[in-house]
Structures are given as structure tokens and as C-alpha cells.
């Protein structure tokens, strides 16, 4: 099954993603081909495709999906894992933004931070023990609200953080066997472009 954002959590898939070459072959790969038939449309020689798919195999960005015949012999199908791509701040290792090592929590440094870290318990929760193949029951609340001011700003700051405080002292449970615990990361940035 191809998904529509593969997660790459590992430093050596995304080095393979990265390449340019393969960059190309996964976004030829969006349907099943074979190497044969990226070859062709892409003017290269097949087995520099082959060598590069099978790189890409190696490391979970591309599976076998079937085989067709082709003139007198069989070629494999291969397919893309994912429609688009992220790569998870955990492939970074040590290098990867901890929300916990910076200070100023308005700048965007911070924001980033935290929504790196997002990523990585998003992409844990995907990966990780439980059903295969089944993406995690999340919600995601997005708008762009246009406000005439900085005072404007700041007021509507502080009355979204009123109204989550208010949501969560009426639902929270702490303690409770049942349930389960909920991440809710709010971020505001300024909108470039229409």
C-alpha cells in the first residue's frame, strides 16, 4: 500500500532519498514500472535505473509490486512506498531540534523545534508496535486568520490560550487508566504569499 507521506526515520534512507538521480526515479515511480520503463522514459541507461532502485529498495522507499512480460523476457514491477516524503528529524540523530534547548519560547527556532519534535513522536507512533499499516487516529485544526493589528494579535493570543486552558481543565483526566493522552501543539506564524 502506498501512503500519502512516508516517513523516512533513518539516516540511511534519506541519504538515498536525497540523491538526485533517485529523487527522480521515486517521482517516476508514483505508479508501478519497471527499470526497463523508467529507462526509457527518463533517457538512461537501464542499468544505472536498476542499480538505483535497488539502492532505493534496500533502504523501504520502493517495493515490488508484480511482474509483466515484456517482448521475450519478465521485468519487475516496482512501485513507490509513499506519494511524498518526509524526512523525520530522528534521522538527525543528535543534530535533530530539541524544543527543550531553547530558550525563547516566541521565536521561531522554538516553533520549529516543537514541530520537529511532532514529527519524530508522529512518525514513532506510525512506525512503531500496533497495527501496520494503519496511521494513528490524530486531528489537525488549521486556519489563517488575518488580524488587523499587533494589539489584535496579541489579544487573540491570549484568548486562544484562555479557551485551551479552559478545554483542558474541563477534559483532562489525569490518572485515569482509560483514555489515552493527547499531544495539542498550537503555533502561529506570519503567511507569506496569497
Given amino acids: 500500500m502506498t501512503t500519502a507521506v512516508h516517513i523516512i526515520v ?4 534519506a541519504t538515498a532519498a536525497l540523491h538526485p538521480l533517485r529523487m527522480e526515479i521515486l517521482g517516476e515511480l508514483a ?6 520503463g523508467i529507462a526509457r522514459r527518463m533517457s538512461i541507461p537501464r542499468q544505472q535505473v536498476n ?14 509490486v508484480g511482474q509483466r512480460r515484456a517482448r521475450n523476457c519478465i521485468e519487475r514491477l516496482v512501485q513507490a512506498v509513499g506519494r511524498s516524503y518526509m524526512i523525520s528529524p ?14 525563547d519560547r516566541t521565536s521561531d527556532s522554538y516553533l520549529l523545534a516543537v514541530l520537529s519534535q511532532m514529527i519524530q513522536e508522529v512518525a514513532g507512533i506510525r512506525h512503531g508496535p500496533g497495527p501496520r499499516g494503519k496511521e494513528p487516529r490524530t486531528s489537525t485544526l488549521q486556519a ?3 488580524l488587523e493589528s499587533r494589539k489584535a494579535e496579541e489579544a ?8 485551551i486552558s479552559r478545554l483542558v481543565d474541563k477534559y483532562q483526566v489525569a490518572g485515569s487508566p482509560k483514555g489515552r493522552t493527547l499531544r495539542l501543539v498550537v503555533g502561529t506564524y506570519p503567511k507569506r504569499g496569497p
Fill in 10 to 13: 533513518e539516516s540511511g534512507a
Fill in 31 to 36: 505508479e508501478p514500472d519497471s527499470a526497463a
Fill in 51 to 64: 542499480y538505483h532502485i535497488r539502492q532505493l529498495e534496500a533502504q523501504g522507499l520502493v517495493k515490488s
Fill in 90 to 103: 530522528a534521522a538527525l540523530g543528535e543534530l535533530a531540534a530539541d524544543p527543550e534547548q531553547i530558550e
Fill in 144 to 146: 489563517d486568520v488575518h
Fill in 156 to 163: 487573540f493570543t491570549a484568548e486562544l490560550s484562555a479557551e
